[in-house]
């Protein structure tokens, strides 16, 4: 069994597009992030992308809008960086108030500067295998977790769990496409599929995006097998000071001997989200310098 480190790898990619950023000279990239009221954990996560996009090079803005604006004062806000060419990316940072409609707001951001590969014009370009559109980040991650693993998807038995927009879909259609990482024969399993382990069991790379803590479990995985824990659940945890521990959709030290590959919760996908926000960032600038 061989642990992916995610950080390990994020921190490369992160290095690269810290060489590339320094190649555009005085133009910067600049990704807008936009907030929508004080949740703790999307306070945190914002300034985590903000320190990532600091320390390769990239300008960075922050808008900061109340939890009681109205759905149609949010899309205002959003085009109004639509349409400044000094920002190259926007990115409207999840979970928003739930009187506004998450698709809505995603799909009024410019295709051209989706960074987060949310817009429904981005996921089909991914479907068409467009080579110019951006991927949704965590799905993105996964992808180059496996490349640089060098873990071989062609010919092989892809079985994801879970179909969200965000994670599950666009991870099988990556890796259904033509190319490397890709080239794979594909299955989606959800809540409904019947006999779920009778599909898991066939997985050459098993990714687990289901959103349930240790759901899969060691009879679920067959030996050898690529296992890519998407999940981060909170469990109770009395010897830790916040009262809860991090874990997966994977039961992780049972099913991890059993492995050939598996990622750590945390540790695994989720430092590459970020990093691939901002080769997406990245992405964005190149292709707004080099239109056509």
Not at 180 to 190: E, F, K, M
Not at 203 to 231: K, N, S
Not at 236 to 244: A, V
């Amino acid at each position: 069994m061989e642990l992916i480190d995610g950080n390990e790898i994020a921190s490369a990619v992160i290095e690269e597009l810290s060489g590339r950023v320094a190649k555009f000279g005085n133009n910067k990239p600049c990704v807008a992030f936009v907030r929508v009221g004080e949740d703790p954990a999307s306070v945190s996560y914002v300034n985590k992308k903000q320190k990532t996009a600091a320390k390769i090079g990239i300008e960075s803005r922050l808008l900061v809008l109340p939890e009681s604006i109205s759905e149609e004062e949010l899309l205002e806000n959003v085009d109004q960086l639509n349409d400044d060419p000094e920002v190259h990316g926007i990115l409207v940072q999840a979970p928003l108030p739930d009187h506004v409609d998450d698709r809505v707001i995603f799909n009024n951001v410019s295709p051209a500067k989706d960074v987060d590969g949310f817009n429904a014009a981005n996921l089909g370009k991914l479907c068409q295998e467009d080579e110019a559109a951006f991927a949704s980040c965590t799905p993105a991650g996964i992808v180059e977790l496996i490349k640089r693993k060098g873990i071989e998807t062609e010919g092989k038995h892809v079985v994801v769990l879970g179909r969200s927009l965000i994670v599950g879909k666009p991870a099988g259609m990556l890796l259904l496409r033509k190319g490397n990482p890709g080239n794979a024969t594909v299955t989606y399993c959800h809540s409904r599929t019947p006999a779920l382990r009778n599909h898991s069991l066939q997985a050459d790379v098993l990714i687990a995006a289901i959103g349930r803590p240790q759901f899969v479990t060691e009879d679920m995985v067959r030996p050898g097998a690529t296992v890519i824990d998407v999940g981060i659940n909170r469990i109770p945890d009395e010897t830790k000071k916040s009262g809860y521990r991090l874990v997966g959709d994977v039961d992780f030290e049972k099913v991890a001997p059993k492995t050939s590959f598996i990622t750590p919760v945390p540790g695994g996908v989720g430092p590459m989200t970020v990093a691939m926000l901002m080769a997406n960032t990245v992405k964005a600038y190149e292709q707004f310098s080099s239109p056509g």
